[in-house]
């Protein structure tokens, strides 16, 4: 038979057991608290600030383009200075270049392309062709005319030429093929080279 004090002994040990067991039950779900609370504050703020890897740190690098436009006359090409991404990629730089195009003149020139035409792709071969492909609507709302479409065609040749050293000629597709013409005028068939000859003359300063 166990003594009275062996009785305590025992009940104590047992106390002392668990006590010990409620605190590491009590330690255990402190700790898990903790846990889910760090988890929701890390998804929080990569919710609230999402990381920005290198690719979008190199976009945030701007440069000067220029992009041609039409003056009022619709004769010649006028340059208008606009900030656009920089892109290591000739064709990434050069879809940067056409958006701009297409956003249109921001200083009263003649804007080259209709409303509401989307750029689908851009692609550059090695010898320096693009292929930029626009959605049907560069067709279906042209205004046509040789004046409008020749307006179009080497806003655009001239522009991405000017702004992509590795883009030497251009070819435009629509819905990613070729057209005969963008409305019945010049033939699209072929690849274009800039023609210097449409930039608007350079006002003289009189003395």
């Given amino acids: 038979m166990s003594t009275k004090k062996q009785r305590r002994s025992d009940n104590f040990k047992d106390r002392k057991k668990k006590k010990s067991t409620r605190i590491a039950y009590l330690v255990a779900i402190i700790g898990g608290v903790v846990l889910l ?3 929701f504050f890390v998804i929080l703020f990569n919710a609230l600030f999402p990381p920005v890897g290198m690719e979008a740190l190199k976009k945030k690098e701007k440069r000067i383009a220029e992009i041609y436009f039409s003056d009022s006359q619709e004769r010649f090409l006028v340059a208008e200075k606009r900030y656009i ?3 290591e990629d000739p064709a990434e730089q050069a879809k940067e270049v056409v958006k ?4 249109g003149s921001k200083t009263g020139n003649v804007n080259t392309f209709p409303p509401h035409v989307a750029l689908r792709d851009v692609k550059v071969d090695k010898d320096g062709v693009a292929q930029v492909n626009f959605s049907a609507n560069l067709s279906k709302s042209h ?3 040789s004046t409008a479409e020749m307006a179009t065609i080497y806003s655009l040749t001239n522009t991405l030429t000017a702004n992509v050293p590795a883009i030497k000629a251009v070819i435009i597709l629509i819905e990613g093929k070729e057209l005969p013409s963008l ?3 010049i033939s699209t068939l072929n690849s274009f080279r800039p023609d210097p000859d449409l930039y608007a003359p350079v006002k003289e300063e009189r003395g």
Avoid: N, Q
Wanted: aromatic share 6%; hydrophobic share 40%.
């Fill in 37 to 39: 609370l760090v988890l």
């Fill in 85 to 87: 991404y920089k892109e």
């Fill in 100 to 103: 701009a195009l297409l956003d």
């Fill in 143 to 145: 205004p046509g005319g």
């Fill in 183 to 185: 409305k019945g005028h």
